[in-house]
């Protein structure tokens, strides 16, 4: 089992920067690849990125790609997502989880979500 906060959100004008943190809990953490996930009012949450758990490739979605990056300290059992070049479409709720296996971009693929943080960015 592994419990997952997320921190780091806030309000940040376009073209600014922020670094969420997902802080992990349980023995098992550094087995897994996590990911962020992000959802905006009215939309369905979309794939962010995901590192795996050790060694191999990250992956983005487009729309982040370049101006993004995750990153993960399994010493401190916490993965990060710094975002910078921020845009107002960025505004969203993002979370962290777990990626058990399966299809890195569908939501179906992730387990212990958490509460989430709040991300908005004005223009």
């Known amino acids: 089992q592994v419990q997952l906060v997320e921190s780091g959100g806030g309000l940040v004008q376009a073209g600014g920067s922020l670094r969420l943190s997902c802080a992990a809990s349980?023995?098992?953490?550094?087995?897994?690849?996590m990911g962020w996930f992000r959802q905006a009012p009215g939309k369905e949450r979309e794939f962010v990125a995901r590192?795996?758990?050790?060694?191999?490739?990250?992956s983005y979605a487009d729309s982040v790609q370049g101006r993004f990056t995750i990153s993960r300290d399994n010493a401190k059992n916490t993965v990060y997502l710094q975002m910078n070049s921020l845009k107002p479409e960025d505004t969203a709720v993002y979370y962290c989880?777990?990626?058990?296996?399966?299809?890195?971009?569908?939501?179906?693929?992730?387990?212990?979500w958490g509460q989430g943080t709040q991300v908005t960015v004005s223009s």
């Open positions: 590192i795996p758990w050790i060694g191999g490739s990250t």
């Open positions: 989880a777990a990626h058990l296996g399966g299809d890195i971009y569908q939501r179906d693929a992730y387990r212990y």
């Open positions: 349980g023995r098992t953490f550094s087995t897994y690849a």
